[in-house]
């Protein structure tokens, strides 16, 4: 009976970690794709931003304009950055937390804006991990500066 019980409390352990660990995982992969992602804005990468968008990506922007569809929002960011050509913005992930199913992420944290309406302010994400890469749902930005 001991025994039994060792043995699956073992196996429940390794799962827990195994599960943690997943989840850190992801988190270092959300991180790193915001990273790149902030990397292709500085770069005004159209490309190198929207690969991470899911093709009904939903964004708000500071001032609470809201657009639907990677297609048109690609489109916004091409006019932003054809008329404001040092326009800067950088996200700093302040916390990310991946659901318990493993396919949903929140992330949390600041933005800040060079050349814009804005200074900054708080963000959100809505992630989903599709066929094992996380893609960007949705975004909603604050001005708060």
């Known amino acids: 009976m001991f025994k039994c019980l060792l043995l699956i409390s073992v196996l429940v ?20 794709s915001r990273s790149a992602s902030n990397t292709a ?6 490309d190198g931003m929207s690969k991470y968008w899911l093709p009904n990506f939903v964004q708000t922007i500071g001032r609470g304009t809201s657009s639907t569809g990677k297609d048109t929002i690609i ?13 800067l913005y950088v996200r700093t992930p302040g916390d990310i937390t991946i659901g318990d199913n493993g396919i949903m992420a929140w992330e949390t ?15 959100s994400a809505m992630w989903r991990k ?4 996380w893609k960007l749902q949705a975004e909603l930005f604050v001005s708060l500066k």
């Open 13 to 32: 352990s390794g799962h827990c970690v195994s599960a943690q660990s997943q989840a850190q995982t992801d988190v270092d992969i959300i991180k790193s």
């Open 41 to 46: 804005i500085a770069r005004h990468d159209i």
């Open 75 to 87: 489109a916004a960011w091409k006019k932003l950055f054809s008329t404001n050509s040092k326009v």
């Open 109 to 123: 944290g600041t933005w800040t804006a060079k050349n814009s309406y804005s200074n900054g302010g708080n963000y």
């Open 130 to 133: 599709i066929d094992g890469t």
